[in-house]
């Protein structure tokens, strides 16, 4: 199995991480496509003059930053390669001259169909229970409605976190008391999970599912501060470790979904 | 073929006129300095005012709204002409908030004025039991809308004072209201453009009200036909044909009237317990909240399938539309639609105007922002004050009753999902 890493060229610590955890994993790492610039996601930020400035933003830096995912594949012997943007005719073209057969995306923004009709899969790890937690603050949305939260594998689909899944399961966090601890904690806890999904993917014995249509679909948005409050006051109090715990108990036994066991943070 | 060419030329001209006008208007000193302000406050650079004090300056702009005259209706200010005259509709509905805060705050005043306003609609019922469409210093002509808004003024008056006269009018105002409807629910008589709009659902909703303070049968009976009629119009993606206050612009109507209808259905639905009802303004709302959320506000005007077709925002279409999701949150616990409320509450607290001690701005919300926009531009229209006024009482409600669940679990409580 070819397996490529899509990511911001300049690579933060999480994309490390994967970059890492795959490298080390039984399926390996074939290529680094790093993106120069991913367009903001949040609406605040799609002004035409912000929008320029975080496009600037990184080619000021471009004294090696930008060039990381270069060097990272120079050091490691891997394919590698810096595209415009994710969703650029040259990025189509980079993947397809290195005949993937997996792509992993990490912060590399919502990918077009110019990317997700070529004939490979594009991957995605998510800290959230889907059909039932997809888009943006899915871990906060969680805690405030005293849910587990899960990380979830899935084919990157047309819609947001719309796409089959591979494999999910509750996260073993600890303990965590703030927001941003927690997550730091579920990020790097569901991308975890996908070394071993491929290589379990590539033994036959995991597939891909559709996501279940007897639960509801929900997009969540950015959390309000008056609810990321309660949230922080949830996480502080504890009460948010006895709902994680029961659900890591539950997922001990025989999955309901095809679940593996609790795949730990480190 | 002439015809036709002669009206696509009006049509041209006329949206031309409007353009050269709302630049013109954007050009006012008193909008120039509004957008500065608005600006600074959206982008952070001046703190929004907090809810409390935004709350509390709504309210003394709707008491000045009431003191600009002799009569103790509501008024609407525009920056060039003033105070208008007083407005029986508004009056009607903009009463019932002034109980609410009374209810909310313990306000003696708000109960005191929320009276005096009842007994001057009292004093301007048409003999028919109609009340007029517009401002009193127009021709008293029985418009059904209208007469729905102050219906719903006097049952609220009614229920909280038990007072016959409120009642006696009500009951009038009902009957004139089952009069005129048409066999199929629709309302085509007495209407502000003589044809039947999806807004009537702002008319069942006060009908279900009086109903339920008189037990009369054939009120809850004309409204029930009224919304299942509108319920049927619905699109599969929630749109509303016939949405609109305008013939011209009826393919992409307001957010305003948007959120009546929306607000119609679902009061009426939760007066019901008819979740079918609901379930169509959920629908609406859900949309335009995906549509807010995603593009970070909400347009004043939307197509078929919502896309939006102007750069402007309709102010009392935003706040309509966070006292919907607040009331839907209520509803299903379901914590997008108080998510969403609290960031369009965050956004029309930037837009209320607190920056000026002239007494018919402050506190007030505009028509538009800008307020140029093509709503009621350069105006401060009470009904947008009204709904903001609403949506910030529902937001602390909804809030107080999160925090009140968290004691109640810190407690001892069972716990249990907020959603």
Known sequence: MRVGLLTPARLSPGALRVADSLLKSSVGLTAIIGVRWVPPSRPSERSFLRRLKSFLGPLRRAGGSVGEARAYGVRHGLSSAIVPTSNHPRTAEVLTREGLDVVVSYGAGILRPILLDLPMTFLNAHAGRLPEYGGMNVVEWAVFNDDPIWGTVHRIGRGIDTGDILLECPLDLEHPRTIEHLRSAAFASAWDMVPESLARLSRGELQFRKQREDRPRIQWFRMHERLRAIVEAKLAAGAFDTVQARSLRSAVAPPAHGALSTIPST | ?419
């Not at chain 2, 639905?269 to 303004?281: I, K, N, P, R, T």
């Open chain 2, 1 to 419: 073929m002439s015809s036709a060419w002669q009206a696509e030329w009006r049509r041209g001209a006329g949206r031309l006129l409007r353009s050269g006008l709302r630049t013109a208007a954007s050009l006012h000193p008193t909008a120039l300095r509004h957008r500065l302000e608005t600006r600074k406050r959206l982008r952070g650079a001046r703190p929004p005012q907090a809810r409390a004090e935004a709350l509390s300056e709504a309210i003394q702009w709707l008491y000045r709204s009431l003191d600009a005259g002799p009569s103790s209706g509501s008024r609407c200010f525009r920056v060039s002409g003033g105070w208008s005259a007083c407005y029986p509709e508004v009056t009607g509905y903009n009463l019932y908030t002034l109980f609410d805060h009374h209810r909310a705050t313990g306000s003696r005043e708000s109960f005191e004025r929320a009276l005096r306003m009842a007994d001057w609609l009292v004093t301007v019922q048409l003999a028919s039991g109609a009340y007029q469409g517009g401002y009193v210093d127009q021709p008293p002509e029985p418009t059904v809308f209208n007469t729905a808004q102050v219906l719903q003024g006097l049952v609220r008056a009614y229920r909280e004072t038990l007072g016959g006269a409120y009642l006696s009018a009500a009951r009038r105002a009902a009957d004139w209201l089952v009069a005129v409807q048409d066999s199929d629910g629709a309302w085509r008589r007495f209407c502000y453009l003589g044809e039947f709009r999806v807004t009537d659902t702002r008319v069942a909703y006060p009908l279900l009200e009086a109903w339920k303070a008189t037990g009369e049968e054939s009120y809850r009976a004309a409204a029930y036909r009224s919304l299942r009629l509108v319920a049927k119009m619905q699109h599969a993606n929630g749109w509303f044909p016939q949405c609109d206050n305008s013939v011209e612009l009826v393919s992409q109507p307001n957010t305003h009237t948007i959120a009546y209808t929306v607000e119609g259905l679902l009061e009426s639905g939760l007066l019901l317990g008819d979740e079918d009802l609901v379930s169509a303004a959920r629908l609406c709302a859900d949309a335009m909240l995906r549509r807010f959320e995603i593009d970070g506000s909400l347009r004043g005007r939307y197509d078929e399938g919502w896309r939006p077709t102007v750069s402007w925002k309709c102010l009392t279409g935003c706040a309509q539309t966070a006292k919907n999701w607040i009331r839907l949150y209520e509803h299903n616990r379901l914590p997008y639609y108080l998510n969403a409320a609290l960031k369009m509450n965050d956004y029309l607290c930037a837009c209320q105007d607190v920056g000026t001690a002239a007494s018919g701005r402050r506190g007030a919300i505009p028509g538009s922002e800008p307020i140029s926009g093509g709503y009621q531009p350069l105006s401060f229209p009470s009904w947008a004050t009204k709904y903001f006024c609403d949506s910030l009482m529902e937001e602390a409600r909804a809030l107080a009753s999160i925090s009140g669940a968290a004691d109640e679990r810190s407690a001892g409580g069972t716990g249990g999902r907020a959603s």
